[in-house]
């Protein structure tokens, strides 16, 4: 039996868990001595989280928590009234023995969940030709914008006067409401010479997560989007693929 400590549980739910389960189901969690990692992917594989989330862990070995479903963890978790948590980790399930509150959590075998192979590190490598920054209360009134664009869940970014804005809309589609944003007027390298469209998903996401500090990198000839976000002692890494039009 090992022993996973929390040194904030609502950081830990709020920053780590949140984002992995706005995205999928189940996932798999690696606890290594500095920290958590999760890589999780959509069902169509455009879109990935990886979130690393820092945190001293007494473990000797990477230990891997096959979680089957996330938001019922970050239920139990939060019925958990201290903001510091003991875990036990107890191979095929979690538990928790406190004076007021005790839960088991059961986990999946090994190889059940089969996370994607995709390398973070690699695509970070890539090189991006244009990056820019990008506020919380930005993202916050794109995603109002988006009450507006009912018939849309596309999202394009282009740059006019050295700056960058949004536009829902779907330009393959006819008689379809748009609604343009400036997002950022801090950007480095190339101008974006056609609109580039993402799912509006990734955006969404994004909102769900209190972050102070959201760079989005652009690679135009791969048409590879990477949001690099940084909320408190979590490091989430989210990556778009590109819709042609």
């Known amino acids: 039996m090992t022993t996973l400590k929390l040194n904030n549980k609502a950081d830990f739910i709020n920053s780590f868990l949140s984002p992995i389960g706005k995205l999928t189901e189940n996932t798999v969690i690696k606890v290594r001595e500095k920290e958590f990692v999760s890589t999780s992917s959509s069902a169509d594989g455009t879109l990935i989280v990886h ?54 959590y059961h986990l999946l075998e090994d190889g059940i969940i089969d996370p994607p192979s995709v390398d973070i590190s690699k695509i970070k490598q890539i090189e991006f030709n ?36 949004a536009t829902l809309t779907d330009r393959q589609r006819h008689n379809v409401d748009s609604f343009t944003q400036l997002i950022s007027t801090n950007v480095k390298g190339d ?26 990198h652009i690679n135009t ?5 990477l949001f690099q976000l940084i909320c408190n002692d979590t490091n989430i890494s989210i990556v778009s693929s590109g819709y042609v039009g």
């Open 51 to 104: 979130c690393v989330y820092s945190q001293s862990n007494d473990v000797s070995e990477t230990l891997f928590l096959n979680i089957p479903d996330i938001n019922k963890l970050i239920k139990v978790l939060a019925c958990i009234q201290e903001d510091q948590v003991e875990l036990s980790f107890n191979n095929n399930n979690i538990e928790h023995r406190s004076a007021t509150v005790g839960f088991k």
């Open 191 to 216: 101008d974006l010479e056609r609109e580039l469209p993402i799912g509006f998903e990734t955006i969404r996401i994004i909102s769900s997560i209190r972050f102070t500090e959201l760079k989005v």
């Open 130 to 165: 244009t990056v820019f920054s990008v506020d919380q209360q930005t993202v916050n009134q794109l995603v109002k914008g988006s009450t507006f664009t009912t018939d849309t869940d596309k999202i394009y970014f282009y740059t006019e006067n050295g700056q960058v804005f």
């Open 221 to 225: 000839k791969l048409n590879v989007f």
